[in-house]
């Protein structure tokens, strides 16, 4: 069965620093990975996914993500986070079936 | 607002009454989806419709949920007999029919329910 791991369950961050999330995967056939963000008091929004080709992907925001088919990651990344990045971070993954798989999130609190 | 709607935002009900949830989806997807949310816990597929036809559930749907989607527009999913247990985040999405997975999905706002 597909399941998805999340480390990190909360972050704290001062404004400007480096962030990375991290994602594991189990599944061993060929998948696509998506990472989604809610901010408070919003509803969940696509940050960035990935399906083929190059593994580094860019999304929305200034994140970016890579993917290391061999060690089942998927890790978010953010060379310098700020205070509106202050959000719950779920990775989630989809073995070409059409259901979702969700990590357990990340709640990331950006300080100024 | 073109996007994901969901209504009611919030209900609250005593044990064991029934309530019932409805999501509109993004008019031109032909796919939607329901997920439960609970606190600490990242969403969890709940069934997936494609139009009208419900072409998976998940073990998470108890006899006394159902789900529908009669002309393959808004979607409801009702809870029948209700438990403290079932409290939770009820959330729609919608996407477009892509092959191999390669669907983006949209969710809603979401239903918070909570059982007393």
């Given at each position: 069965a597909q399941s998805v791991s999340q480390h990190n369950h909360h972050v704290i961050l001062s404004e400007a620093a480096s962030l990375e999330l991290g994602c594991n995967y189990s599944y061993g056939g060929t998948v696509n990975l998506f990472w989604y963000v809610q901010y408070p008091g919003q509803h969940l929004q696509l940050l960035l996914k990935y399906f083929?080709?190059?593994?580094l992907v860019k999304g929305i925001k200034g994140f970016e993500a890579e993917f290391i088919k061999s060690k089942f990651s998927f890790n978010l990344r953010k060379p310098s986070v700020q205070w509106s990045d202050t959000a719950e971070y779920f990775c989630a993954v989809n073995g070409g079936y059409n259901k979702l798989i969700f990590g357990a999130g990340t709640r990331l609190a950006v300080h100024p | 607002d073109t996007g994901v709607s969901q209504n009611p935002r919030h209900k609250i009900t005593k044990r064991g009454q029934n309530v019932t949830f409805r999501c509109d989806p993004?008019?031109?997807?032909n796919r939607l989806y329901w997920y439960r949310q609970t606190l600490g816990q990242g969403p969890e597929f709940l069934t997936y419709f494609q139009n009208e036809a419900q072409l998976e559930k998940s073990r998470?749907?108890?006899?006394?949920f159902s789900a529908e989607r009669p002309k393959g527009s808004f979607s409801t999913l009702e809870i029948q007999?209700?438990?403290?247990?079932?409290?939770a985040m009820y959330l729609c999405a919608s996407s477009e029919e892509l092959a191999g997975g390669r669907n983006e999905q949209f969710f809603g706002p979401g239903t918070r329910l909570t059982v007393l």
């Open positions: 083929s080709g190059d593994p | 993004i008019s031109e997807h998470l749907l108890s006899d006394r007999r209700t438990e403290q247990g079932d409290s």
